[in-house]
């Protein structure tokens, strides 16, 4: 027997109007007005060098000179085409966050069809009443693609990652795009949804590598064998799309071999790079999945296994069996991992998303209630709590918590801006309305177990966004670093060697405009030197950049880094 009863006034619908708010209030805080911090700012750099640069650098990635072949190049490209586009409309750096708006798009449409589609199938189906009033197919697919998409919201992995220009945002999407190709296929085994199954895995290999779609190649070939599909046909799709997926990546390699630029072919350095996440399962990875995991996929992954409980006594559910398939292959590469990334896990999301979807019309009314209410005092509390920070650090009262504030960025002034007062405002009077609707409202539907939650991690973000973003700014960014280097600089320096990272590399560059060594390398009068305050011995560090008997010009940090230290010098002739 089915595990779902519902009846069809379960299954209104979202308004469309709500859904695209609550996106437009997720995305666009995070991306207005946010300077390149240390998480993104090495792959803002990338992009920008790009923009800026020749076609060399379209072919092998680079920050100011410095290589970065760990990823692959599809998520810069976007970027950078996006500068090219907007840059002289919105700037680089909110130009270059344009491709998140569309990878984030791509992401919720992808999950909210693959849910549609899932939700119409007669498996799907909630079982038939006695006098009928069961939704219909189309009702209840819309209904969970709703819901699947406020899960997605939800996550905290999520809200993390997609405001930031890196390649595991762009991963964690095309994930969710490649499940919608696989339902598809699974509907229709023809040899264009083949086709289209492999460009979504190019369009993987492309931005992270070739791992994790020979694993969801791999995971998808076995999924066939639970609906029907010869296995002589399944192999030769698999082989139509492993061509096709193999073409859209030679779209990078072979002109890049081709070319060899600067004297260099980057494909030998990126496949190595990424063969070199492959190992044996370890402690280390093991711990830090289910250590990062608890959070990360809050609230998806406590729904996502009571939809494998409660759907356990049904045969062939595409609605789970896929997902969960896809998601047990995507664990195991995380798990061979021998230096995991917490950004990784941003791809196991999507078919945990769609699952939790697919659980939540099997619980009981008394547990969606007790979620309700959770969401509802938690979330309240929290954003009470950034009113009462804000208002601190702007009236000193009271005391404690303003000096709570304030510690964390010394030096910073804060100032009341009207435009964010206004919008923070606007949200929290907006989640006042949405509990007091949830409270008063006598028809139960579907999504609203997860809407509340969804709503007030919004609200928190566009708080942090809007009423801390100068605070945030202040003491994450290098703006004020690389200027004050730049101003030490002469204008006729040739280049600048130095040991930075990729973040404090890019920054400089864009912020100071700082000469950095190119990638072929060359003779610098100049050395930019960062290191720890606690460093004692610096001969080492100078014999390594040839900085003995060099000239000191400046020596400073952030102000909110208390162990980060820079310091610029004149090398002796």
């Excluded at 990338?46 to 760990?70: S, V």
């Excluded at 509907?187 to 694993?215: D, I, K, M, Q, Y």
Aim: aromatic share 12%.
């Amino acid at each position: 027997m089915k595990p779902v009863r519902l009846p069809a006034a379960a299954t209104l619908a979202l308004p469309r109007w709500a859904l695209f708010a609550l996106g437009l209030l997720y995305i666009l805080p995070g991306l207005i007005g946010r300077d390149p911090w240390k998480d993104d700012a090495g792959s803002f750099g990338i992009m920008w060098t790009m923009a800026k640069g020749g076609l060399d650098d379209w072919l092998y990635p680079n920050i100011a000179g410095l290589p970065a072949l760990e990823d692959g190049p599809l998520t810069f490209w976007l970027g950078a085409v996006c500068i090219k586009l907007f840059g002289w409309l919105l700037g680089d750096v909110l130009a270059a966050r344009v491709s998140n708006l569309g990878i984030f798009v791509m992401g919720g449409m992808s999950l909210w069809y693959t849910a549609f589609h899932l939700g119409r199938r007669p498996e799907a189906q909630p079982l038939r009443l006695a006098f009928g009033g069961q939704p219909e197919p189309d009702a209840y697919g819309r209904t969970l693609a709703d819901t699947t998409v406020l899960v997605y919201l939800g996550s905290l992995g999520l809200l993390l990652y997609s405001h930031e220009t890196l390649a595991v945002t762009l991963q964690g999407s095309l994930v969710a795009y490649f499940l919608y190709r696989a339902v598809r296929y699974i509907e229709t085994a023809s040899l264009r949804n083949a086709a289209l199954v492999g460009l979504s895995l190019g369009a993987l290999a492309l931005t992270r590598g070739p791992l994790s779609p020979l694993a969801l190649l791999l995971a998808l070939l076995l999924c066939t064998r639970f609906f029907h599909i010869p296995p002589g046909i399944a192999l030769r799709h698999a082989a139509l799309a492993s061509a096709a997926a193999l073409a859209l990546t030679l779209v990078w390699i072979l002109p890049a071999s081709l070319v060899q630029p600067y004297g260099q072919s980057p494909g030998a350095a990126w496949f190595g790079s990424n063969i070199e996440q492959l190992a044996l399962p370890s402690w280390v990875s093991i711990k830090a999945f289910f250590r990062v995991g608890v959070w990360f996929f809050w609230p998806a992954w406590p729904f996502a296994g009571w939809a494998i409980w409660a759907w356990r006594r049904q045969e062939n559910m595409l609605h789970i069996v896929l997902p969960l398939t896809l998601l047990g292959a995507l664990t195991t590469l995380f798990l061979c991992d021998p230096s995991p990334e917490n950004g990784d896990l941003l791809k196991l999301l999507p078919p945990l998303a769609l699952m939790a979807a697919f659980g939540l019309p099997t619980m009981k009314r008394g547990a969606i209630n007790a979620i309700d209410w959770f969401s509802v005092m938690a979330l309240t509390t929290l954003a009470a709590l950034v009113w009462l920070f804000w208002i601190a650090k702007l009236t000193g009262w009271p005391a404690k918590l303003s000096h709570n504030a304030l510690k964390l960025v010394p030096g910073f002034t804060p100032e009341f801006g009207v435009i964010a007062f206004t919008v923070a405002a606007a949200v929290s009077i907006g989640w006042i309305w949405l509990v007091r609707w949830r409270v008063s409202r006598q028809r139960t539907v579907l999504w609203r177990a997860v809407v509340l939650s969804s709503s007030g991690l919004i609200l928190l973000w566009v708080l942090l966004m809007t009423l801390f973003l100068p605070d945030l700014n202040y003491s994450k960014s290098y703006a004020g670093v690389a200027q004050a280097i730049a101003a030490q600089l002469p204008h006729d320096a040739n280049c600048i060697d130095t040991n930075v990272g990729a973040a404090q590399r890019a920054s400089f560059a864009y912020y100071g405009r700082l000469p950095f060594v190119g990638v072929e390398g060359g003779q610098c009068d100049y050395v930019l030197l960062q290191d720890n305050v606690k460093t004692r011995d610096d001969r080492t560090l100078f014999r390594s950049w040839s900085a003995r008997g060099a000239t000191l010009l400046w020596e400073g940090r952030r102000a909110s880094d208390r162990n980060e230290r820079f310091r610029l010098y004149r090398r002796a002739p």
